[in-house]
């Protein structure tokens, strides 16, 4: 359940980014910006961030272990933008964002996130199991009930 709350979150953030790269990108357009160049590049890469992290989103509810990390990345970097959006006091902005960051990182991180985008395919045991620690055969967890990226 946490896995699809943290690709819930990080979908939430995907979309808002494209949002905003749309909104910056027709405003380009049609407005009469002082900066073209910048208002350029801020489309460009609120567009491929915001593409990224709905990627990224999929990725963790198909249960593919490379959408962890840029998951994670990505709130690291949207807490200390937070928090210049709150010294700044653009608390609408800033606080929703933190919070945001905040539980998605919780969530992401979480045991049974970890569980879900970690699994051994080859069906040797890990360490806990050799150590009878966990008292049951390899294979027999939820990794039958995981979606297969190769299906």
Do not use: K, N
Not at 97 to 104: E, F, Q
Not at 109 to 131: F, I, K, M
Request: one cysteine or more; glycine letters at 12%.
């Amino acid at each position: 359940m946490t896995v699809h709350a943290a690709a819930a979150l990080e979908a939430a953030e995907g979309l808002a980014a494209l949002g905003f790269g749309l909104y910056v990108g027709v405003e380009t357009l049609i407005g009469d910006p002082q900066d073209p160049a910048t208002a350029i590049g801020v489309t460009a890469l609120a567009l491929a961030g915001g593409a990224g992290m709905l990627a990224c989103a999929r990725g963790l509810l198909r249960a593919e272990p490379w959408s962890r990390a840029p998951t994670v990345l990505t709130q690291l970097f949207a807490l200390p933008i937070a928090w210049s959006l709150w010294q700044s006091e653009q608390y609408l902005i800033g606080v929703p964002l933190g919070v945001v960051a905040v539980l998605a990182l919780v969530t992401a991180l979480a045991p049974p996130s970890t569980a879900w985008l970690v699994h051994d395919e080859t069906g040797e045991l890990d360490e806990a199991d050799e150590d009878g620690e966990d008292g049951g055969a390899a294979g027999t967890g939820s990794a039958d009930e995981r979606p297969r990226s190769d299906a």
